[in-house]
Every structure is written in structure tokens, then in C-alpha cells.
């Protein structure tokens, strides 16, 4: 939108440190910060209308962070962290029944033994209570739309959105300008595919040499169940039906405390077939007779959605930048066999702080943070990568049955301290793997049943989403032909089933099909900037505080 001149320029404030992003790596970059030197002023912009908001994940989380962030955590009355890890589980599903695999075949690593089963939202509103605390501002409500640079290229800040402005984009009557936060660093955690990281990457190039990350579409659901049927701290992953072996994907159910059941599906975004809905396929999940009898007289709570890096260490970009650091989901340091992401990404926001507390001390700014680029890897986070990093590239290449006992050996191996594999390399980033529709099978799904099963829109409703319909739509079609003449003619449509929210969908009219988008329903997850057969859908902020308002997940 072009603001016209007569209107004020923006408000600036300015900072030692600013972080985009309230989710665990800005948060616990946050703490760090005030932790090495109390006199850092240091600012946390969160798009989401509160801390938590927008924080989606299992989550099973590795404490090793934590041990070192809050190492008193354990005795505190108020932490979220409650339900340790009682029994772990894993499961291959067939059409009819499942076989559960012996926990000593699997590495060690994928044991959850000394873990806990916690809502990931409420870590981080109780990290966000500790950080302001210690004196950080945390700014919910306010999406980062804009990286501000100096007069030498370097990044010197962000600029939060307009407020108030109208659907033709012009000023409404309670249009507000966005405030410019300016620092002396800047770490972006806005966590996977975000739209600033985006930009950053390529504006400096930060993925050259490197791989192209991958992801995949996590689909979560909260039940409270029959207290009966509910086992504190059983943590069941499992994998098979309903995909298929050449369909990348798998599933969790994590017991929490209060009779609560969190179930979740993962598809890997390199799946082929357009026809393909993981939302669909997550719904069929649950009616799997291993799974369906944990619900029986359950009552859904709540639903949520968001894309996942799956990319690991080859993938990782570079993650500095003059004035700046990626950190978190953002750099892509989610553990994929372990599905876990949170402890690497706390690690990740102590590191960058740590090196920039360093620099402020020595009188720097706006320069990279060479510190953070080598540190990481030869860390915790990067000996966590490197254990599993072929497990993604040998699941792609053989399959699921394949891949996963290639995998485990790999992962066996890593554990002695060698690889049979070396590093291999990941190919096709996820847009690119999508065949034509006449190539494919279609896909018949079941009508949900509004007991177990559920349809897109009474599923987003559980999500408490919201957005301010009177503005500018966020998602960007760069083409408008091309989503006609490829997209729909040649793909088949595929936006209408890989978006878990109902945000897209295709209606045929006299005239033929007109692409409709649905941006008020939008949950954050990103998977149509990822998995867009042409590139042609930009994923960009809309006003602050919209989106989903996820309570517990």
C-alpha cells in the first residue's frame, strides 16, 4: 500500500536488541539477554494477540534448555512442564491393526525417557511472564511486516504493520501507522517459513550451498477423555495407514495432565499426488481402531495447524547477516525422527544472545554475528542434527518402510560415531515435487461424522480465528492467470485440499472457475507458500493480533 505523504511518519523506538517473534528461541534469547547483562534493552514484537497465541506444536520437549535457561524450573509451582514422559510407544498401522515395535530397536535417541508431555503455548506464556520480569518489553498484537535497513545495507530494526487500513488498501477511519523498533541487532524467530526470514534469506543470499529446506504439515487436535482411558505421560508415535508408502508422514497422541489427549498428523509436504488433503488424511487417522477407542465419549477442544521444518542439517541457511541472526524454526532446527524442535530452538536464542551481549559489550553493531554461525554446529544443536541427518533424504528416496529401516541403521550407526550414507542430499524443494493431476489417483474421502471426524470450518471455529475482514487479503496471488491455467488446469486444484483451514477453494461458475480465497479463515500455518505447484501465493502478516488465538495447544 502506498501511504500518501501527507501522513505522519512512523514512531520510532529504539533498543539494544530486537526479536521478532514471542515463540521459545526469541524468548529464551530474550532472558539470555537480560541474564548476561540486565542493562540490555531488549524488545519482543509477537504477532499473535497474545503470548501463545499462535504457538503450535506436540510437544514432547527435550528439557536440556530449559536446564540451562531456568536451571530452577523443577522447583517451581507455576511451571507448565508436569507430566513427565511415563511410557513411549511406537506403532506401525495397517488398514486393520497395528504392530507395535520393540523400544530396543529403536536408537537411543528417540527415547523419551526423562521428557515432558506440555502444551508449548503455556511454556512460553510462563517463559514470557520470566522475561518481563527481568525487564523485556514484549509488544503482542503487532505483526513485524517490514525489515528496516541502514544506510550501509544492514539490518537495523523492523516495522510493525498499518493498523486500520480497508480492503482497497486505502487508509480507514481508524487507520494507524506501524511503529518502527530499531536495534543494534535483530533476531528473527518467527518461527517456519516466516515471512521476514524469508526475505532475508534471499535478500542475502543465505541459502546458497545449501540444500532447500524441506517441511511438512503438522494437523493437532486437543480432546479432554474418559478418565478411564486417559494414561498420564504416554507419549505413542506411530506411522503407516492411512498414507501410503511413498507418502511421507506419521503420528502422535500425547497424554497430557486433567484427562487431556493432544493427536496430531504429520504429512511431509513432498508428497506427489494433488489429490492428496492431510486434513482428510488426519481425519481418517482417527477412526483407525488402535486409535478411535482412546476417544470414545471425548469431547474435541480444540484445533490448530502449522508447517514444520523437516530440512535438518543440510538445510540449515546461513544464519547471520549484518545487524542480525536467524534463529529458531526460522533457521530450521526441528529434529525430524524425534519430532522435536523446541529445546534446539531455545538453544538456538541462547547462543545469538550470548553473542550479541558479546558484541554490545565490545561496542559493535549492525555487523554479523560470526560467533553464532560457527558455535552452533560444533553445539548441542548441531550434534543433535547431524545424528539424523539422512533420516529425511532415505525416507524420500525409499519410501516409508525403506527410508525408515535405512534410517534407523543410519541412526544406530550415528550413535558409534559413523554413517554408512555420508550426508545426503534432500533434491526437489517440496513445490516442485507435486505431480499433474492426470498423473494421479483421485481420493475419495468419508463424510465426517461430527463425532470423531470433522469438516474444515467447525474445525478452524476450535481454533478461535480472527481476522479483521475489512483489510487487505495477506495472501498474495502473483499471478492470477497463471493459478487458472496451471494451478487449476494442470494440478487440479490442490490448494482447495492441502490448506487445513478452508482458506482456498475453486468454484465453478458460467463463466469457469474463479479462485476464491477465504483469508479470514487463515490459521498461520504457511503450507500454500511452501506447497504451491508455481511459487505464485506469497504468505504475508496481516494486521496484528489476527489469526488463531490457540488456548493450551
Known amino acids: 500500500m502506498a501511504i500518501p505523504a501527507e501522513l505522519p511518519d512512523r514512531e520510532a523506538m529504539e533498543f539494544d536488541v530486537v526479536i521478532v517473534g514471542a515463540g521459545p528461541a526469541g524468548l529464551a534469547a530474550a532472558i539470555r539477554l537480560k541474564q548476561v547483562d540486565p542493562d540490555i534493552?531488549?524488545?519482543?514484537?509477537?504477532?499473535?494477540?497474545?503470548?501463545?497465541?499462535?504457538?503450535?506444536?506436540?510437544?514432547?520437549?527435550?528439557?536440556?534448555?530449559?536446564?540451562?535457561?531456568?536451571?530452577?524450573?523443577?522447583?517451581?509451582?507455576?511451571?507448565p512442564m508436569k507430566t513427565p514422559v511415563t511410557e513411549d510407544q511406537f506403532l506401525f498401522l495397517g488398514p486393520a491393526g497395528s504392530v507395535r515395535l520393540p523400544n530396543f530397536l529403536m536408537p537411543p535417541l528417540m527415547s523419551n525417557h526423562g521428557n515432558y508431555v506440555v502444551s508449548l503455548g503455556n511454556v512460553c506464556r510462563w517463559l514470557a511472564a520470566k522475561a518481563e520480569a527481568l525487564g523485556v518489553e514484549i509488544y503482542p498484537g503487532f505483526a513485524?511486516?517490514?525489515?528496516?535497513?541502514?544506510?550501509?545495507?544492514?539490518?537495523?530494526?523492523?516495522?510493525?504493520?498499518?493498523?486500520?487500513?480497508?480492503?482497497?488498501?486505502?487508509?480507514g477511519?481508524?487507520?494507524?501507522?506501524?511503529?518502527?523498533?530499531?536495534?543494534k541487532y535483530t533476531l528473527i524467530g518467527e518461527g517456519a517459513r516466516g515471512s521476514l526470514a524469508?526475505?532475508?534469506?534471499?535478500?542475502?543470499?543465505?541459502?546458497?550451498?545449501?540444500?532447500?529446506?524441506?517441511?511438512?504439515?503438522g494437523i493437532k487436535e486437543l480432546w479432554q477423555v474418559d478418565p478411564k482411558l486417559h494414561k498420564p505421560g504416554l507419549v505413542q508415535h506411530s506411522f503407516g495407514w492411512p498414507l501410503d508408502f511413498s507418502t511421507g508422514g506419521g503420528s502422535f497422541l500425547y497424554h497430557l495432565e486433567d484427562n487431556q489427549v493432544v493427536v496430531g498428523f504429520v504429512v511431509h509436504l513432498n508428497y506427489k499426488n494433488p489429490n492428496l488433503s492431510p486434513f482428510e488424511e488426519?481425519?481418517?487417522?482417527?477412526?483407525?481402531?488402535?486409535?478411535?477407542?482412546?476417544?470414545?465419549?471425548?469431547?474435541?477442544?480444540?484445533?490448530?495447524?502449522?508447517?514444520?521444518?523437516?530440512?535438518?542439517?543440510?538445510?540449515?541457511?546461513?544464519?547471520?547477516?549484518?545487524?542480525?541472526?536467524?534463529?529458531?524454526?526460522?533457521?530450521?532446527?526441528?529434529?525430524?525422527?524425534?519430532?522435536?524442535?523446541?529445546?534446539?530452538?531455545?538453544?538456538?536464542?541462547?547462543?545469538?544472545?550470548?553473542?550479541v551481549a558479546a558484541a554490545l559489550a565490545a561496542g559493535r553493531s549492525g555487523d554479523e554475528l560470526l560467533g553464532y554461525e560457527a558455535n552452533w554446529?560444533?553445539?548441542?544443536?548441531?550434534?543433535?542434527l547431524k545424528k539424523v541427518r539422512n533420516v529425511k533424504p532415505l525416507w524420500s528416496k525409499f519410501g516409508t518402510l525403506g527410508g525408515i529401516l535405512a534410517g534407523g541403521i543410519d541412526m544406530w550407526a550415528n550413535t558409534f560415531g559413523f554413517t554408512l550414507f555420508g550426508t545426503l542430499k534432500h533434491g526437489k524443494p517440496d513445490f516442485a515435487t507435486t505431480k499433474p493431476a492426470k498423473d494421479c489417483k483421485k481420493i475419495v474421502y468419508p463424510k465426517p461424522d461430527g463425532v470423531l471426524t470433522f469438516d474444515r470450518l467447525s474445525s478452524v471455529f476450535l481454533s478461535n480465528t480472527n481476522h479483521e475482514e475489512d483489510q487487505p487479503i495477506h495472501l498474495k496471488v502473483l499471478d492470477p492467470a497463471l493459478q487458472k491455467t496451471s494451478e487449476h488446469d494442470v494440478y487440479g486444484g490442490p490448494s482447495a485440499r492441502y490448506c487445513p483451514a478452508g482458506v482456498y477453494e475453486w468454484v465453478e461458475e458460467a463463466s469457469g472457475p474463479r479462485f476464491v480465497?477465504?483469508?479470514?479463515?487463515?490459521?498461520?500455518?504457511?503450507?500454500?507458500?511452501i506447497k504451491d505447484p508455481n511459487q505464485n501465493i506469497n504468505w504475508t502478516t496481516p494486521e496484528g493480533a489476527g489469526g488463531p488465538n490457540y488456548p493450551n495447544m
Not at 554446529?377 to 543433535?384: E, S, T
Request: charged residues 20%; glycine residues 14%; hydrophobic residues 40%.
Open 198 to 217: 524469508k526475505q532475508l534469506i534471499a535478500s542475502f543470499g543465505l541459502a546458497e550451498g545449501r540444500e532447500p529446506q524441506k517441511y511438512g504439515l
Open 41 to 79: 534493552t531488549v524488545v519482543v514484537v509477537e504477532k499473535g494477540s497474545e503470548v501463545g497465541a499462535h504457538i503450535l506444536s506436540g510437544a514432547v520437549i527435550d528439557p536440556i534448555a530449559l536446564d540451562k535457561l531456568v536451571p530452577e524450573w523443577r522447583q517451581e509451582d507455576d511451571t
Open 144 to 171: 513485524a511486516a517490514e525489515v528496516l535497513f541502514d544506510e550501509n545495507g544492514a539490518v537495523a530494526g523492523v516495522a510493525t504493520g498499518d493498523m486500520g487500513v480497508g480492503r482497497d488498501g486505502e487508509p
Open 282 to 355: 488426519f481425519q481418517r487417522f482417527k477412526t483407525h481402531p488402535s486409535i478411535a477407542p482412546v476417544f470414545a465419549g471425548a469431547k474435541r477442544l480444540s484445533y490448530g495447524a502449522r508447517a514444520i521444518t523437516e530440512g535438518g542439517l543440510q538445510s540449515v541457511p546461513k544464519l547471520v547477516f549484518p545487524g542480525g541472526a536467524l534463529i529458531g524454526c526460522s533457521a530450521g532446527f526441528v529434529n525430524l525422527p524425534r519430532i522435536k524442535g523446541s529445546h534446539n530452538a531455545m538453544l538456538s536464542g541462547m547462543e545469538a544472545a550470548e553473542n
Open 377 to 384: 554446529r560444533a553445539g548441542p544443536i548441531g550434534k543433535d
Open 173 to 183: 477511519p481508524n487507520f494507524q501507522r506501524g511503529m518502527e523498533l530499531r536495534g
Open 517 to 529: 480465497i477465504n483469508a479470514q479463515n487463515c490459521v498461520h500455518c504457511k503450507t500454500c507458500d
